[in-house]
């Protein structure tokens, strides 16, 4: 496995402009409004600059990925008895360590307060992990003699493979991209664009940022379980009802590490010779848990549907993946945890399928007229995602760039379905500006609106000859016009917290003509 990519980035400069100097003391949208006159005074709030050190590579360059992976496993039915089958099975998954055959990509170590391997030095970036076993055990069991009943239920060991992204981007650590990322705090400008280079600022030479993994770079594992009892009921229908759980440890965790405990009275980084350093760990953790029941009627008589309903609950303790949001305090992520951004506590969906029997078999103009109709739909009916408001402020000077920032929550917050308007989702006076202190806020306590979908569509068959048929086609996406409102305004402050501006696409048609042959 060879990974070549380009991750260019900043190559000429990028800088952020909120306002945040010449608006010190106002509200979020008083501070937009001076943004102008901070980027006229050259008062940058961020600033971020690349170039290469060394001949022959450019600033996030085109990286050159090698490793290698070899996944095996046995597994084996037994009958116990006529009605009984067990499933029993092991697999061992070796995921080699990563290396840049250029040797273009470095890594931190902790120890040595360093960069590693040398440039142009192709070497392992991390310990390897040889120790992934994933057993595996399931069985099936006919509890009635009528084989109507169905028991099954398993248990298992998976493996994630990591997200090779965080290697990646480690390509533009120094010397390699030899950049800045620096912030500036409210009132104290120390690099502008006038001075935006490592050689020209003072500031700069501490303000290199790191791109890291620990060496210790594992891949998560997900154990996961069910139990569901299938029955089979009259006019070919089959109803389930299960149960399924799983708990994944070792997730990655984007996290800041270089940050000022402002609140232990730090003054300095604890590496005051590098910037922010970005650290991708593995200690993530979340679970699963969800009550799942299913119909379904297979076709007969022109009619076959599928019904579902899911009620579950996910919790995690971190966003997922490396371009999600990171912490609002790079000093407790214990406060992280939360519900998952893809908990959705209810969803119920349905589908058919339906060939109207009126004047089936019919040669002759009435038949041709009104036989061969059709009738489909799928229904979708699921609540909102979590959600959560966030503030623009730096709340301690911790320098931490990358944080994703949230308020104080002084009240719950959410309100009820009798309560909530589109000017009103949610209680925003239960929300006020952290200063001088981390957010209380926890991560997704608020719900986003669910949705409420109906697509149908009619169809009318016409026989031409033997093995040719016409099909006319009148389908309608969201037949009922329901609006699928996106989430609302989240950054406390400004003119649209809590507020919903916009939805989806409303009720859609189309006409088609199909030939079958």
Same mark, same amino acid.
């Given at each position: ?316 303790? $971190?966003? !997922?993946?490396?371009? %999600?949001?990171?912490?609002? =305090? ?7 945890? &939360? +519900? /998952? ?88 006076? $239960?929300? !006020?500006?952290?200063? %001088?202190?981390?957010?209380? =806020? ?7 609106? &669910? +949705? /409420? ?65």
């Amino acid at each position: 496995m060879l990974l070549r990519r380009e991750t260019y980035q900043f190559v000429t400069g990028q800088f952020g402009f909120t306002g945040i100097h010449a608006g010190q003391g106002l509200t979020t949208a008083g501070r937009e409004a001076l943004s102008w006159a901070d980027f006229l005074l050259d008062h940058p709030f961020q600033v971020r600059t690349a170039h290469s050190e060394v001949a022959g590579f450019k600033p996030g360059q085109f990286t050159r990925l090698f490793g290698w992976r070899s996944h095996s496993f046995i597994a084996d039915d037994f009958k116990i008895t006529s009605r009984l089958t067990l499933n029993i099975g092991l697999r061992y998954e070796y995921n080699s360590v990563l290396r840049d055959v250029r040797g273009g990509t470095r890594n931190f170590d902790f120890h040595t307060q360093d960069l590693f391997p040398a440039p142009g030095v192709s070497a392992p970036l991390y310990k390897r992990d040889p120790d992934n076993f994933a057993p595996r055990f399931g069985f099936a069991f006919r509890p009635f003699r009528d084989n109507k009943t169905v028991i099954r239920s398993s248990y298992g060991v998976f493996y994630n493979v990591n997200m090779l992204n965080n290697l990646t981007e480690s390509s533009k650590n120094i010397p390699f991209s030899a950049g800045i990322n620096e912030i500036n705090n409210p009132g104290v400008i120390r690099i502008r664009m006038a001075s935006a280079s490592v050689s020209d600022n003072i500031a700069a030479t501490s303000a290199r940022e790191v791109l890291a993994v620990p060496d210790n770079y594992g891949v998560g594992d997900v154990q996961q379980w069910t139990f569901n009892i299938q029955r089979a009921l009259p006019s070919s229908m089959v109803l389930e009802v299960g149960y399924v759980g799983s708990k994944s440890s070792h997730f990655d965790r984007p996290r800041t590490f270089n940050a000022i405990n402002v609140l232990k009275g730090e003054r300095v980084k604890p590496f005051p010779q590098w910037g922010n350093i970005e650290l991708i760990t593995t200690d993530a953790s979340g679970n699963y848990h969800g009550l799942l029941t299913k119909v379904e009627k297979r076709m007969s008589n022109g009619l076959t549907f599928l019904g579902t309903y899911t009620w579950s609950k996910t919790m995690f303790d $971190a966003w !997922a993946g490396n371009a %999600g949001q990171r912490h609002n =305090s790079p000093f407790d992520l214990f406060l992280e945890k &939360g +519900l /998952a951004e893809t908990d959705q506590r209810h969803r119920v969906t349905g589908s058919w399928l339906y060939e109207l029997p009126f004047f089936r078999g019919r040669r002759d103009a009435v038949g041709r007229l009104l036989a061969g109709w059709q009738t489909n739909g799928v229904l979708t009916l699921e609540t909102g995602m979590p959600i959560h408001p966030s503030q623009s402020v730096q709340p301690l000077a911790d320098e931490c760039s990358r944080c994703n920032r949230r308020p104080n929550r002084i009240a719950d917050g959410r309100l009820s379905s009798s309560e909530r308007t589109l000017r009103r989702w949610f209680d925003t006076s $239960a929300f !006020a500006l952290a200063v %001088g202190h981390y957010g209380t =806020s926890g991560r997704n306590v608020l719900t986003a609106p &669910g +949705l /409420a979908s109906l697509d149908l569509s009619l169809f009318k068959n016409f026989q031409v000859r033997e093995k040719q048929s016409l099909q006319l086609r009148w389908e309608m996406y969201n037949a009922t016009n329901t609006p699928p409102f996106n989430p609302p305004g989240l950054a406390i402050g400004t003119g649209t917290f809590g507020v919903i501006t916009s939805a989806g696409l409303p009720r859609e048609m189309q006409f088609g003509l199909r030939f079958l042959f």
